[in-house]
């Protein structure tokens, strides 16, 4: 069974840094793509950033410079630092990994609140 366990939740002043990270069991992770998205209130969930087995990423628009994708193949582990971070950017985050076949599998969430 492929479980995802997401860490990292916080309450961080704008401008800050916060790290989330995504562990994977279950599954040859090294295979997958990874995917952080977002959901904050009265929105639909939204894909912030992603990653492929070979390391290509890619970002929205809103997150581009100011987040960072990784991965680390060893660990079944999945990063998102994300630095100057703004009030717009609350929302709960959520970890995904698709298996080369197309499966898809979600993580509960994590909360981030950005707010003086």
């Known amino acids: 069974q492929v479980q995802l366990q997401e860490s990292g939740p916080g309450l961080v002043k704008p401008s800050q840094i916060l790290t989330l990270t995504c562990s994977v069991s279950g599954s040859i992770f090294s295979n997958n793509v990874m995917g952080w998205y977002r959901q904050a209130p009265g929105k639909q969930r939204e894909l912030v950033a992603a990653?492929?087995?070979?390391?290509?990423?890619g970002y929205i628009d809103s997150v581009k410079g100011r987040f960072t994708i990784s991965r680390d193949n060893a660990k079944n582990t999945v990063y998102l630092q994300m630095n100057s971070l703004k009030p717009e950017d609350t929302a709960v985050y959520y970890c995904?990994?698709?298996?080369?076949?197309?499966?898809?599998?979600w993580g509960q969430g994590t909360q981030v609140t950005v707010s003086s």
């Open positions: 995904k990994t698709t298996s080369p076949s197309g499966y898809e599998y």
């Open positions: 990653i492929t087995s070979g390391g290509n990423t």
